[in-house]
């Protein structure tokens, strides 16, 4: 009877890791036919380039981040997935972007408006708050793996805002710039970065009281 337990506890943790590890795979292949519009070859696409190591990362095979290069040139047939922005306001007026990928923008856009709505805010013109934000490229990097100098010379060398130490490792923040090649100039063999898709960052970070629907400060 233990054994029949131990298999069913094994299976069910199986089938949770199976399901994170799809949905992730799924976000990654958006994210890499998205960004091979803009060219197949990662030595000339920033953006691929870190979407294909982001896909090395989560253990995606070869074959999958081929076929998904492929349908961002056009090369292989699929579901055409846009790249699609929304803006709108949270509770207390928070100015929200929403950044989705999808393939069917109707459905995607009645389903945003439910969210804004349930949520006590609602979704806005283009334009209306995407110029509170900037777009900034992230870095992140294992402190064991490198000194604070030699990162920090690093981040200097890239143009980075910003390095923050987040427990484990640090974090840069550098401009986007598409004619350097941030992964081979801030990845060497000492140690492994992580690039994430370039987020949106407020020029005015605030933070908030969920049950005031405040800003607590500036």
């Given at each position: 009877?233990?054994?029949?337990?131990?298999?069913?506890?094994?299976?069910?943790?199986?089938?949770?890791?199976?399901?994170?590890?799809?949905?992730?795979?799924?976000?990654?292949?958006?994210?890499?036919?998205?960004?091979?519009?803009?060219?197949?070859?990662?030595?000339?696409?920033?953006?691929?380039?870190?979407?294909?190591?982001?896909?090395?990362?989560?253990?995606?095979?070869?074959?999958?981040?081929?076929?998904?290069?492929?349908?961002?040139?056009?090369?292989?047939?699929?579901?055409?997935?846009?790249?699609?922005?929304?803006?709108?306001?949270?509770?207390?007026?928070?100015?929200?972007?929403?950044?989705?990928?999808?393939?069917?923008?109707?459905?995607t856009v009645s389903e945003l408006r439910h969210a804004f709505s349930k949520n006590g805010g609602n979704m806005g013109a283009?334009?209306?708050?995407?110029?509170?934000?900037?777009?900034?490229?992230?870095?992140?990097?294992?402190?064991?793996?490198?000194?604070?100098?030699?990162?920090?010379?690093?981040?200097?060398?890239?143009?980075?805002?910003?390095?923050?130490?987040e427990g484990g490792g640090g974090r840069s923040s550098p401009r986007p710039k598409p004619t350097m090649p941030s992964s081979?100039?801030?990845?060497?063999?000492?140690?492994?970065?992580?690039?994430?898709?370039?987020?949106?960052?407020?020029?005015?970070?605030?933070?908030?009281?969920?049950?005031?629907?405040?800003?607590?400060?500036?």
């Amino acid at each position: 009877m233990s054994g029949h337990s131990k298999w069913a506890t094994i299976k069910h943790k199986k089938a949770a890791t199976d399901a994170k590890r799809g949905k992730a795979f799924t976000r990654i292949i958006k994210e890499i036919s998205i960004a091979a519009r803009s060219g197949g070859d990662p030595d000339g696409n920033p953006r691929l380039r870190s979407a294909i190591i982001a896909a090395k990362a989560a253990s995606m095979p070869s074959d999958n981040i081929k076929k998904a290069i492929m349908r961002g040139t056009g090369e292989l047939e699929g579901g055409q997935i846009e790249e699609v922005m929304f803006e709108g306001y949270g509770p207390g007026g928070a100015a929200v972007l929403v950044n989705v990928a999808t393939d069917n923008r109707n459905r995607t856009v009645s389903e945003l408006r439910h969210a804004f709505s349930k949520n006590g805010g609602n979704m806005g013109a283009e334009g209306c708050v995407a110029w509170m934000f900037e777009r900034k490229s992230q870095i992140f990097v294992p402190s064991a793996k490198i000194t604070e100098d030699q990162l920090m010379d690093i981040v200097l060398d890239a143009g980075a805002d910003d390095l923050r130490n987040e427990g484990g490792g640090g974090r840069s923040s550098p401009r986007p710039k598409p004619t350097m090649p941030s992964s081979k100039r801030s990845n060497p063999p000492a140690f492994a970065a992580r690039m994430p898709p370039l987020p949106w960052f407020p020029r005015t970070p605030s933070c908030w009281r969920a049950s005031k629907r405040r800003p607590c400060c500036g």
